[in-house]
């Protein structure tokens, strides 16, 4: 089951709550149950197979870059 990530819209209260797909959008709130809730956008993992430090992806000048500059983004800066 995955874990979702929501914000309460009365409370501001923010939470994880691992749920079925389907029940994704039932969840209430766990601070003052309000059932106006919004799922955050999340990030998302997934792992097929395993990945050897010789095969894992390295950073070089012809690695994908964003150009922003502020690094945040997590891809090497063009700068």
Same mark, same amino acid.
């Given at each position: 089951?995955?874990? $979702?990530? $929501?914000?309460?819209?009365?409370?501001?209260?923010?939470?994880? *709550?691992?749920?079925?797909?389907? *029940?994704?959008?039932? &969840?209430?709130?766990?601070?003052?149950? &309000? *059932?106006?809730? *919004?799922?955050?956008?999340?990030?998302?993992?997934?792992?097929?197979?395993?990945?050897? &430090?010789?095969? &894992?992806?390295? $950073?070089?000048?012809?690695?994908?870059?964003?150009?922003?500059?502020?690094?945040?983004?997590?891809?090497?800066?063009?700068?």
């Amino acid at each position: 089951m995955p874990i $979702y990530e $929501y914000v309460c819209q009365s409370c501001q209260t923010q939470f994880e *709550k691992r749920v079925s797909a389907e *029940k994704a959008d039932e &969840a209430i709130c766990p601070e003052c149950g &309000a *059932k106006e809730v *919004k799922r955050k956008l999340s990030r998302v993992m997934v792992q097929i197979g395993e990945i050897s &430090a010789s095969s &894992a992806p390295s $950073y070089t000048d012809s690695a994908p870059s964003c150009g922003c500059g502020t690094g945040l983004c997590g891809l090497p800066s063009k700068n």
